[in-house]
């Protein structure tokens, strides 16, 4: 007991000024890691990972086990090279979302309006045509690897490019289309269809909604070649037969809660770069 007193006293000590800056950067980067896993698949990764650390590093204390001991020392150099490689995606959706910031004391979420509108008239203008459509709304789980089956745009939206894409007898009309923010990711991409074919007659491009609505966050927007009827697919649950105002107030509720959480991590990061 004594020991450790003495150990806090001398800890006090030394602590000064350096040490206060010390602990506000490494209490601001924990939160920046934390808000930039928030939601995404990494968060479950993160914590299996400290989960078994946490396991061994009890195993260890409680029965002394000395290789297990030598094992946890010696696997921290590891991770630390392993972690950017597991979290890829995550790091380079945070990376250009600040570098999309003209200066970091300003709002970086991107411009929803505009985006959800070209959405919303396209697909009404697909559906009067009856040109089937797939267009996929990324949130905070990252779809870079669908991006990847695709063909490369990195466009801005809009009602003529959106139709442009799915004009029948087009190269890409027949994949998805993934938006990322107020940028065309890519289109042509493949994604994976649902397994929950009992709700009636389901073809592939509602199955491939519905697909990655269960295993991510986005959303995707269907339009039927064959009926011309306008869907939603979000967390797993596809909403049918929308018209152009129900269209828009889905949008918008669903996105609602993403625009709070840009909103709430660029406050962050102004308070954390004034």
């Known amino acids: 007991m004594g020991g450790l007193v003495n150990r806090i006293e001398d800890a006090l000590r030394e602590f000064g000024p350096a040490s206060i800056v010390d602990i506000l950067i490494i209490a601001a980067i924990i939160y920046f890691v934390l808000l930039l896993m928030r939601g995404t698949t990494a968060v479950y990764l993160a914590r299996g990972i400290v989960i078994l650390l946490a396991v061994a ?23 630390l090279i392993a972690i950017p490689i597991i979290f890829q995606p995550e790091i380079r959706r945070f990376l250009a979302r600040v570098g999309r910031t003209g200066r970091l004391g300003r709002a970086f979420f991107p411009a929803y309006d505009r985006v959800l509108e070209a959405v919303v008239e396209s697909a009404e203008n697909l559906s009067e045509r009856r040109h089937g459509a797939l267009i996929v709304l990324e949130q905070e789980t990252g779809l870079e690897d669908y991006a990847d089956t695709g063909v490369r745009l990195d466009a801005s939206p809009s009602v003529e490019l959106l139709e442009g894409i799915f004009y029948p007898n087009s190269p890409l009309h027949d994949g998805a289309l993934i938006i990322r923010g107020d940028r065309v990711v890519a289109a042509g991409c493949t994604l994976p269809l649902s397994d929950r074919v009992g709700h009636g007659h389901m073809g592939t491009r509602h199955r491939a909604a519905l697909g990655i609505s269960e295993r991510t966050d986005a959303v995707a927007v269907v339009v039927s070649e064959e009926r011309g009827d306008i869907s939603v697919a979000a967390n797993g649950r596809m909403i049918s037969q929308l018209e152009k105002p129900r269209l828009r107030a889905i949008l918008r509720s669903l996105f609602s809660a993403a625009w709070e959480r840009e909103r709430a991590a660029s406050r962050g990061l102004a308070r954390f770069w004034r």
């Open 57 to 79: 590093f009890f195993l260890v204390r409680l029965f002394e086990l000395t290789v297990l001991d030598w094992l946890v020392r010696n696997s921290f150099p590891a991770l």
